[in-house]
Nanobody
């Protein structure tokens, strides 16, 4: 069982930066692929980025070059550094963990979810 708690959301101006954190419980954090998803009002929950157990990463096209996902297995924490934010990035951001999966791009592959943290980017 894994419990996830996100933090670091807030209000930022367009062009600004935020760093989200997701703290996980459990002794097997390093064995999980970790991901960030986001959900804007009235829209589906969309994939943002993932980091696999070996450290490889993947990003959705709209955030490539602006967002960086990383993990610290010693701290059971995954991060999402978000730079050059724009109003289209406004959403609730969710951390997720998957033990088994395939592409790790779809939310159905993730068994554990945090409660979400709000990111609002003003123009």
């Amino acid at each position: 069982q894994v419990q996830l708690v996100e933090s670091g959301g807030g209000l930022v101006q367009s062009g600004g930066s935020l760093r989200l954190s997701c703290a996980a419980t459990g002794r097997t954090f390093s064995r999980y692929t970790m991901a960030w998803f986001r959900q804007a009002p009235g829209k589906e929950r969309d994939f943002v980025a993932h980091i696999r157990t070996g450290g490889s990463t993947y990003y959705t096209d709209s955030v490539k070059g602006r967002f960086t996902i990383s993990r610290d297995n010693a701290k059971n924490t995954v991060y999402l550094q978000m730079n050059s934010l724009n109003p289209m990035d406004t959403a609730v951001y969710y951390c997720a963990a998957a033990y088994y999966g395939g592409t790790y791009y779809t939310r159905h592959e993730y068994s554990y979810w945090g409660q979400g943290t709000q990111v609002t980017v003003s123009s």
